[in-house]
């Protein structure tokens, strides 16, 4: 597990999250539940998946997975967070590639 970038890595799930609702607001005119939350909701396209902690005996634990970095958490993603890559060294030009390539993402799921 990685922490160097613990608040960072919080950041990036806040814009991800942040951007998830400006567009599923614009498009329906309505509020979303969060997977990034307790609420059960989940959220996936071809580049990445989120889904809020599953009380069950999940046994990867993973709420959010792009590419080779994945991340877990309890409740929320802010707390018990715990991140890392099964392809890559963790570092903050590495974050800001899944950044952009998530938001790209969630601009053309929404473009359709």
Partial sequence: MMYD???LVIA???RIETEYWRLYWNKNQKELLSPFQNTGAEYHNDTFSVHAY???DDPDGINFRCGGFCASWYKHSHRGLEYWSED???TAEY???I???CLKSLAEDFER
């Fill in 88 to 90: 890559a060294i963790i």
């Fill in 12 to 14: 990036i799930l806040d």
């Fill in 5 to 7: 970038y613990d608040e």
């Fill in 54 to 56: 599953d009380w069950s």
């Fill in 95 to 97: 974050l800001n590639e």
């Fill in 99 to 101: 950044l952009n390539i």
